[in-house]
Each structure stands twice: as structure tokens, then as C-alpha cells.
């Protein structure tokens, strides 16, 4: 083997050893630069990148001034950039054996000529995909073209580059798709851990902002996962536009966390909230459609003296969970009273939905009664937890548990199941009487299949819909961010089903909402019925919503009747029925039972009171 070969060689074999080693391109390039110019004396070695869009970048030049590089650094290749940006413009090898008087340098002459650099080849270092990644040069500090030497120096060098630029995209590639979302660009939920405990060991305050992405998943199912995305990717974008100095990450897919530097307080913790959260808003226009996106925002600041990472995230996260549940698309910062309300509503929707796999969740029903004859009429369904021990809690002790979609709709089908299995029972008896009030929430109806699992359990049972009435509040209404509710409302009564409006005169445009969406029973509030003896505005309203019902051919319902005097003045005002402690407390289907063959409406010209 000659010294040249044995040379050649051993350069392959440094580079690659380095390359196998892990070592950075800067490095590895410099190390090729040393050795080429070593073994050709008296030249000088450069290896510029070509960055997108064909803007050089020095990766290696060790035997150069910093000034040389700085002023190479961003210029545009082009068709007389010297030797290097000519040579990535022309992909091809481009030889200037006079600097001073060539053309392709009239404009860079300066650079070179007071270094002493009198001419400069430079050769392409191809791409996988036939492009130019980089330059390789040689400088030389005469007025001449390369020698032999020269020639097999710089075709081994050009391959060695490719193999290492090469190697070094791959391993940019492979750590992008580990520590970033691609959808996104943001850092994923790995790189975040790596973040905040760098964030954590430099011992500066910092706040930690998680957010979820509101209604995601009916963007997803109405207009098309292309709409979502681009909900995801814009969210993204606005949020770091808010602040630079913000690191925004995805951590699932609805899911982002925000660390926020330099945080020492929680007003300034919540004034950044704020700025992200009005940030966000403003249309999408995404697949054909308009969207108007929505976050909700939880946070907590670090404390290095209580807590690490996991304790952080917890924090943040309870907050979070604690504004989907009471401030959507705002901000709830964590407190310390707010760990106790989370910990205890969590193990409420454990114990509940423990009690729907055990099959202990079950109706209780209270009459609605005629308030001329007491007669039953009616019955209104509310769900009780049948506990381990035997003993029953109300609603009111686990209502927290509503608050979780799926345990909602669990439960929902449970009790629907369980009222048909009861109705058929008191049809099969004989019993004559209306209707059971089911409650249904927001959630039951944005699932989509409201209908479908009324028309499957009731038919299954073989009870006419009839004899059923959905009990909505205005929040179900105004809970849907289209008119799906509406339609749903509507198909369900073309079904035959009632639908009263629950709660009324608590909420929002009462009487809006009775242009806006049908309904076929009104029940009153029971805070209007409580003053009604005591306040005149109260029984004004109360009179005012029985003549508009009236009117309207709509039935009412007065809940919470208490008192006989309440009822005379109900009477006086024209209410029909009520319901309520005088008449009935919740209670067992077989009680019930007793109850509707005692006190059942028996005259069949009195089918639609109700």
C-alpha cells in the first residue's frame, strides 16, 4: 500500500471512528479540515452548508478568522458568489485559480486576498436527493489549480462529508420526532420533562400553565380530523405568539403545557393566562369551514421548597380539572383548598362508577300530584346510590360525579334502563298515570345518540314514549355551541316523548329560550315557591309564568311545595300541579308502587295535564 492510500485510509477511519462515537458535526467537520490540510501544505479547508433557501452557513473552517465565516454566514448562493455559493448554484465544481481578477470574486475579493488566499476550488457535497448540502474548499496561497494529490484528498474528504452530514440529518431527523409533535412543531410531552427539570435545577422561579382544548373531539367528528388539526396547530402558534419567552408543549392530543419563566407570583402567573387565552381567540378557517376556537387554562408556580416536577404537574393539572368543570374556556389557579375539592371529587366519581359496575345505582321517584285532588299524575325519576352497607345517598351527596362525561353517560344509561324495567312493572299492574321526568344533561345530548338509546331501552321494554318526560335546564339550551340540541329536542318530541324545562326562572332569558326551543312542561323554580307567601314579586312571577304557560299551551309544574298554604295560593293563581316534601318524598320503585295504587290519577279524561 502507498503512503498516499495508507493516508487516505487512515483519514477515513478518523472520521468515521468519530462519527460512530457520537461526536458533533462542527467536531467531526473540523477534524476532516485539519487532516486535509495537513496532508495537502499550504491549504486551507472550508465546508459551508447550503440552509434552506440556498443561504451558506459555515460548519468548518478551523484555519480562518471569525471574520471570514461572519461575513460568509447568511450570504445567498448564487451565480457569482466565489467559489462555494457558485459551486452550490451550479451543483458542480467550480476552480477560481486568481481570486483577485476573476469575476465569480469581484464582489468577495476583499474577504480573501488580505488572508492571503490567492485561488480556491470548491466541489459540491451532494444530497440523497441529488441537491447540494454543502461545500467543500480548498484555499490555496497561490495563483494555481490542485494537484493530483489535492484532487484524491478532496474526492475522499466530499465522500466523508456526505457520510457525515448524512449521519447528522438522520440524527436531527430521529431526535425530532422524539422530543417534538410533528403535527405541531412544540416539544412533546417527553421533551417537557426534560424541560421542566432543567427548569427546576436552575433554581428560577417559573409558573406552569396546562390547557385543554375545548369541543376538540365535535370538531373532529363534524367537520373532519383536517379541521382538528389545523385547530391544534393554530392553538400552538397563538399561544407562542402571546410571549416568545413562553414554551409551549402538546402533551396529548388536546392537551398543551405552558412553562412560563420568571414567574414569581400568581397575579402575574394568571395575567399571562389571560394573554394566552385572548390570544386564541379568532376564527380558523380550516377545511371549508369557520371555527371559533376555545381553551380552558389551569396553573400553579413552582415552590422549590415543597415541590418537584410530579408535585408541579399535579397541582397544575387539579386546577385544570377543576376550571373544566366550573370555568370553561377561562383560568382556575391551584390553591390549596382546591387539592381537597379534587381529591374528594375524584374518589366521588370512583365510588360511583364502582356503584354502576356493581349495579347499585337506581331511581327513586317523587309524585308530581293535581293539587285540587292529590291525585298522582306523575312522577319525577332521580338517581340514589345504593352504598356497600345497604344505605342510600342522595344525588346531592355525589353530584360532583356528574361532572365526568363518561360516568355521566353511564349513569344515564343505567337509570333509563332501570325506569323502563319499572314503568313496564306499573303498565303490567294496571296503574293508570302519566309519565316518568328522566333528566338528561348537556353531555347525554352532545353524545349524539340521545334518541337512539331511548327508542332501544323503552322499546326493549315495550313502553310507548309516551309515557316519558326529558327534564332539561337552560344550561343543556345554551350548552351546545350549535343547533344540534334544538334539532335533537325537536325529534324527540316528533317521537312522542315531553320535554319540560326544568329549574325555570333560575337561569338566563327564560323566556327566550321558550321561542327558541319548544317545551311542553314548565316547573318552577323552587326558590319562586318558597317566598310565595311571604313576597309579593314572587307571587307576581309565579302568576306571570302560569298565564304565559297558558297561553302557550304549555303545562307547569311547582317544585318544592311544602305547605298547604303554598298550594291554596298556587290554586289562587291558577297553578294545577305541584310537587314536593307535602305530597312525597323520593322513594323506592315498590314504595312508589304502593303509592300510584293508592293515589293514582284515575280519570282517563285527565290524560294531558301534564
Request: aromatic share 6%; glycine share 8%; proline share 5%.
Amino acid at each position: 500500500m502507498s503512503v498516499l492510500s495508507a493516508s487516505l485510509l487512515h483519514l477515513q477511519t478518523e472520521v468515521l471512528e468519530t462519527i460512530a462515537r457520537g461526536e458533533s458535526l462542527a467536531s467531526t467537520l473540523g477534524l476532516l479540515c485539519r487532516r486535509a490540510e495537513a496532508m495537502a501544505p499550504g491549504t486551507t479547508c472550508t465546508i459551508l452548508a447550503i440552509e434552506a433557501p440556498g443561504i451558506l452557513h459555515t460548519l468548518a473552517s478551523p484555519s480562518l478568522p471569525a471574520s471570514f465565516s461572519k461575513a460568509i454566514n447568511g450570504l445567498p448562493i448564487g451565480p457569482k458568489v466565489g467559489s462555494c455559493g457558485t459551486a452550490a448554484w451550479r451543483n458542480e465544481p467550480v476552480l477560481v485559480t486568481d481570486i483577485e481578477h476573476d469575476p465569480l470574486w469581484e464582489d468577495y475579493k476583499a474577504l480573501a486576498i488580505p488572508l492571503g488566499l490567492k485561488a480556491c476550488w470548491s466541489t459540491p457535497i451532494p444530497n440523497r436527493d441529488g441537491g447540494v448540502a454543502a461545500t467543500f474548499a480548498f484555499y490555496f496561497k497561490e495563483a494555481r489549480g490542485p494537484t493530483e494529490l489535492e484532487r484524491l484528498i478532496v474526492q475522499t474528504s466530499v465522500h466523508l462529508c456526505s457520510i457525515a452530514i448524512e449521519h447528522a440529518d438522520a440524527q436531527a431527523t430521529n431526535h425530532r420526532l422524539a422530543y417534538f409533535d410533528t403535527l405541531t412543531g412544540v416539544p412533546n410531552r417527553l421533551h417537557f420533562n426534560g424541560l421542566l427539570q432543567q427548569q427546576i435545577a436552575s433554581g428560577t422561579p417559573f409558573g406552569l400553565l396546562l390547557t385543554d382544548i375545548d369541543q376538540l373531539k365535535i370538531v373532529n367528528d363534524t367537520m373532519g380530523h383536517a379541521a382538528g388539526d389545523a385547530v391544534i396547530r393554530t392553538i400552538a402558534e397563538r399561544i407562542h405568539a402571546s410571549d416568545p419567552a413562553l414554551t409551549a408543549c402538546r402533551l396529548a392530543g388536546d392537551e398543551f403545557a405552558v412553562i412560563v419563566p420568571a414567574c414569581t407570583s400568581a397575579s402575574a402567573l394568571e395575567a399571562t393566562a389571560g394573554k394566552v387565552l385572548s390570544t386564541v381567540n379568532g376564527l380558523i378557517l380550516a377545511a371549508g369551514h369557520s371555527i371559533e376556537p376555545h381553551i380552558t387554562m389551569g396553573g400553579a408556580l413552582f415552590d422549590a421548597a415543597t415541590q418537584d416536577a410530579d408535585t408541579l404537574c399535579q397541582n397544575a393539572d387539579f386546577a385544570l380539572y377543576h376550571a373544566k368543570a366550573t370555568n370553561r374556556g377561562g383560568y382556575v389557579p391551584f390553591t390549596r383548598e382546591l387539592r381537597t375539592a379534587i381529591v374528594n371529587r375524584i374518589n366521588v366519581v370512583r365510588d360511583v362508577g364502582q356503584a354502576i359496575a356493581d349495579e347499585r345505582m337506581l331511581p327513586y321517584y317523587q309524585p308530581i300530584v293535581r293539587l285540587d285532588t292529590r291525585e298522582i299524575v306523575g312522577l319525577e325519576a332521580l338517581a340514589r346510590m345504593r352504598r356497600p352497607d345497604g344505605s342510600i345517598a342522595s344525588a346531592a351527596e355525589f353530584h360532583e360525579a356528574f361532572s365526568d362525561p363518561r360516568i355521566a353517560y353511564q349513569l344515564t344509561g343505567q337509570m333509563l334502563t332501570q325506569i323502563a324495567k319499572d314503568i313496564r312493572l306499573w303498565l303490567d299492574a294496571g296503574i293508570d298515570f302519566q309519565h316518568v321526568g328522566i333528566n338528561v344533561t348537556t353531555g347525554d345530548f352532545e353524545r349524539g345518540d340521545l334518541e337512539e338509546r331511548l327508542v332501544h331501552i323503552f322499546g326493549a321494554m315495550g313502553v310507548p314514549l309516551r309515557h316519558v318526560l326529558l327534564e332539561v335546564n337552560e344550561a343543556v339550551f345554551v350548552g351546545g355551541s350549535d343547533n344540534r340540541i334544538p334539532k335533537s329536542v325537536d325529534a324527540l318530541r316528533k317521537r312522542g316523548l315531553l320535554v319540560a324545562l326544568d329549574d325555570f326562572g333560575t337561569g338566563f332569558a327564560s323566556l327566550t329560550h321558550l321561542l327558541s326551543f319548544p317545551v311542553d312542561v314548565i316547573k318552577i323554580d323552587k326558590s319562586f315557591v318558597d317566598r310565595l307567601t311571604t313576597s309579593a314579586p314572587s307571587s307576581v312571577i309565579v302568576g306571570a309564568i302560569l298565564d304565559i304557560a297558558r297561553k302557550l299551551d304549555m303545562r307547569v309544574v311547582a317544585e318544592g311545595v311544602e305547605t298547604d298554604e303554598q298550594v291554596e295560593k298556587l290554586r289562587q293563581l291558577g297553578g294545577i300541579l305541584g310537587q314536593g316534601y307535602l305530597f312525597g318524598r323520593p322513594c323506592s320503585e315498590a314504595e312508589t308502587t304502593l303509592l300510584l295504587q293508592k293515589f293514582a290519577q284515575k280519570s282517563p279524561s285527565a290524560q294531558r295535564t301534564a
